[in-house]
C-alpha cells in the first residue's frame, strides 16, 4: 500500500512519475557484537522498509522531502557536505558515488519508512540502501550489490560519523523472504539459511531506552578485545582477531579471574554458538535454537556486560511463559530491543503479560513490533 501512496505524492509534488525502491530494516538472530572482531552474524531483512521515490532533473539541483520529518530540503550536487540532519544519510549516499567515479545529475527524490527510528531496527541502513539502489537505477549505473552495501556502510561513517560494521547494510541489500543470512565479517561470504517456521513468531519489545552508556562502552569493549587478540597472540602468532581464537587459548592465556577474560570468551562462545545455531536451523530445530538465544543473552549480560536492567528485566520475565521458544537482547545494548520467538498460540498473552511486567517495573509502555522475514531491497517500478 505503500508505494501507490508515495507515488501519487510524489506526482503532486513534482509533476512527474518516479522510480520506486523498497530497501528494508533487519533484524539479528543471533551472532551479538561479533561482527568487529571478524565473526560471523546471522541478520535477516523484514516486512517494514524505507520506500523511496525518484526521477530524474535536467539541472543540478537535489531537492529531497521526507514524509515522516515533513520537510523538504534543497541541495546543490556539487556542494555536498553534513549537516546533522535527516538528509546526511541521503546525501552521503550522493557522495559517496561521486568519490567513487560514478556520474550523477540533479534529482528530486521522496522518502518514506515504518521502520521505528532507534530502535535498532536500522532505519537509517534502509535509508541509505534504498537511496543508494534508487540512484543506481535511476542513474543506470549498474553497481553490484556488495558495493552498494559497501557505499551505504561509508556513507554513514563519512556523513554521519558513525561507525557502523556492514551488517546492517548486507542485510537490507542481501535478505531473502523467509531466510536468514549467515554472514562472515571477515570475508564478507554469505549463505542464505531457510528460516520458515509456521506458528512460530518473531515479536520485538522495545525498551524504549538508549542508556548514554553506549557508544563509549562500544568503544571500550573493542579495546578489550582487541587487548585479548594481543595476549593470545602472544602465544599463537595465527591468530589475528577473536574469529581465530578458541575457548581453550582463551583460557590458556588470558588471566581467568580478569574482564578481558569475560569479554574474550563470550565472544569466541558466540561465534561457536552461531555456527551451532545455523546446524540447528539445517536440522529444523527451532527449540534448540531458541535455547541458544538466552544463552546469547546471558553471555551478553554477564560476560560481556552491554545490557541494562530494562533488557534483563524482559529477558527474565519471558523465560518460563509458555509458547517463548527464546529470547534475548538485540543490538549493541545499553537499550534498543529484545527478539523473541513466540509460538503464536501464545502470543497475545505473552504481549499482554510482558507488557503490564513492563509497566510495573519501568512505569513506562512497551512498544511491540511483530515482524516477519521479507525480501532485500528491490525496484518496485
Ligand atoms: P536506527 O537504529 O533506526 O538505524 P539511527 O540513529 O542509526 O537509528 O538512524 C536514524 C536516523 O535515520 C534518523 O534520525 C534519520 O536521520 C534517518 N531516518 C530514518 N528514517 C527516516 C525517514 N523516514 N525520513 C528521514 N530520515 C530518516
Ligand atoms: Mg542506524
Known amino acids: 500500500m505503500i508505494a501507490p501512496q508515495l507515488r501519487q505524492q510524489f506526482a503532486d509534488a513534482f509533476k512527474c512519475s518516479p522510480l520506486i525502491v523498497r530497501a528494508p530494516g533487519r533484524i539479528n538472530l543471533i551472532g551479538e557484537h561479533t561482527d568487529y572482531n571478524e565473526g560471523f552474524v546471522l541478520p535477516a531483512s523484514i516486512n517494514l522498509a524505507s520506500h523511496v521515490a525518484v526521477a530524474r532533473r535536467n539541472d543540478g539541483r537535489i531537492t529531497l522531502y521526507s514524509l515522516e520529518f515533513n520537510e523538504r530540503v534543497e541541495a546543490d550536487i556539487d556542494q555536498l557536505k553534513p549537516h546533522n540532519r535527516w538528509t546526511d544519510y541521503v546525501l552521503g549516499v550522493v557522495d559517496q558515488l561521486l568519490k567513487r567515479g560514478y556520474l550523477l545529475g540533479g ?144 583460557d590458556e592465556c588470558i588471566p581467568i579471574d580478569s574482564v578481558i577474560y569475560n569479554r574474550c570468551r563470550y565472544v569466541v562462545e558466540e561465534n561457536e554458538r552461531l555456527l551451532a545455531a545455523c546446524d540447528d536451523l539445517k536440522n529444523g530445530d527451532i527449540f534448540a535454537f531458541g535455547k541458544k538465544m538466552f544463552q546469547t543473552h546471558s553471555g551478553l549480560s554477564n560476560l560481556y556486560e552491554v545490557s541494562c536492567p530494562e533488557l534483563d ?37 505473552v504481549i499482554n503479560n510482558t507488557s503490564a511486567a513492563y509497566r510495573e517495573a519501568m512505569g513506562k509502555a512497551l512498544s511491540i513490533y511483530r515482524v516477519w522475514l521479507s525480501d532485500g531491497a528491490s525496484v518496485l517500478v
Open 107 to 250: 534529482f528530486n527524490l521522496m522518502l518514506t519508512s515504518d521502520i521505528p527510528i532507534g530502535a535498532g531496527l536500522s532505519s537509517s541502513a534502509a535509508v541509505e540502501c534504498a537511496v543508494a539502489l534508487a540512484l543506481d537505477k535511476l542513474f543506470d549505473l549498474n553497481i553490484d550489490k556488495l558495493e552498494l552495501a559497501l557505499i551505504a556502510q561509508h556513507a554513514e561513517h563519512q556523513f554521519t560519523g558513525t561507525m557502523c560494521g556492514i551488517m546492517d547494510q548486507f542485510a537490507s541489500l542481501f535478505g531473502r523472504k523467509d531466510h536468514v543470512v549467515k554472514l562472515d565479517c571477515r570475508s564478507l561470504e554469505h549463505q542464505h539459511l531457510p528460516f520458515n517456521f509456521p506458528g512460530i513468531e518473531i515479536v520485538l519489545f522495545d525498551t524504549g531506552v538508549k542508556h548514554t552508556l553506549a557508544s563509549s562502552e562500544y568503544n571500550t569493549r573493542r579495546k578489550e578485545c582487541a587487548e585479548g587478540v594481543s595476549m593470545i597472540g602472544k602465544r599463537y602468532p595465527q591468530v589475528s582477531s577473536l574469529r581465530d581464537a578458541t575457548a581453550a587459548m582463551v
Open 313 to 349: 528485566l524482559l529477558v527474565e520475565k519471558v523465560k518460563d511463559m509458555p509458547g517463548v521458544l527464546g529470547a534475548r537482547m538485540m543490538g549493541g545494548g545499553f537499550g534498543g530491543c529484545t527478539i523473541n520467538l513466540v509460538n503464536s498460540l501464545n502470543s497475545e498473552t
